[in-house]
């Protein structure tokens, strides 16, 4: 069964101060590891699709990359305007769902 | 540029009734799902179709019933409503090639007493 597991639950940043969000996984073999962003009230925006070991995606502040058991989700100088929840999810071969994690609920200090 | 739109967005319900969650895309988008979302559980697939007229289970799908008489609309009907269903309820789509990307609603919230 596909397992997704984020880390921290919730973290909490004064502006400018980088860090990193964990996103762990079990998949029988990995077809593609998503990011996405939701904001209160909203629903989930994508962000990343990843698909090796060793990719890496950049967006602004945000930077994805993945290894065969986990991705990391780095963001970089932040400001307020990033404080949202950041869902990782994974699909399997030939599955057409998404296996979400329970999500990082990040929030940036001014 | 409307993308999915759900309705309605907050509803509440006693337990035993039924109702139908309506969601429509104007993307063309061929792949359709319906999550649901609960405190620490994080996204969890309900129903997803793939083309009209094709539907398919997802991880909890016990209570839903969910039909794709056309590319725009993928309803979920709830035949009898529990407490166990109050949650805040997902519409998705994207494209077959790639349904890893996905665009969502803004959700429904349900309550069930």
């Known amino acids: 069964e596909d397992q997704v597991t984020q880390s921290p639950e919730a973290l909490r940043l004064q502006e400018g101060e980088s860090s990193s969000l964990n996103c762990s996984y079990t998949?029988?073999?990995?077809?593609?590891l998503f990011w996405y962003r939701q904001d209160p009230g909203k629903g989930p925006e994508f962000l990343f699709t990843?698909?090796?070991a060793g990719e890496e995606k950049e967006k602004e502040r945000l930077k994805a990359t993945l290894t065969k058991k986990e991705s990391f989700l780095h963001i970089t100088a932040p400001k307020p305007e990033d404080s949202a929840t950041y869902l990782c999810?994974?699909?399997?071969?030939?599955?057409?769902?998404?296996?979400f994690g329970q999500g990082t609920r990040l929030t940036i200090n001014p | 540029n409307a993308g999915v739109t759900q309705t309605p967005k907050f509803q509440v319900l006693k337990t035993g009734q039924s109702m139908t969650l309506q969601c429509a895309q104007d993307?063309?988008?061929?792949?359709m799902s319906w999550y649901r979302q609960d405190p620490g559980m994080g996204l969890r697939l309900i129903h997803y179709?793939?083309?009209?007229?094709?539907?398919d289970q997802g991880e909890v799908p016990n209570g839903y019933n969910v039909s794709r008489s056309t590319t725009e609309d993928f309803p979920l009907r709830l035949l009898s409503a529990a407490p166990s269903q109050t949650s805040v309820y997902f519409c998705?789509?994207?494209?077959?090639?790639?349904?890893?990307?996905?665009?969502f609603g803004e959700g429904s919230r349900l309550t069930v007493l």
């Open positions: 999810a994974v699909q399997g071969p030939g599955a057409q769902k998404l296996v």
């Open positions: 990843l698909y090796s």
């Open positions: 998949v029988s073999g990995l077809r593609g």
């Open positions: 993307m063309n988008h061929e792949y």
């Open positions: 179709s793939v083309g009209a007229g094709i539907t």
């Open positions: 998705a789509s994207g494209l077959i090639a790639d349904t890893g990307e996905l665009f």
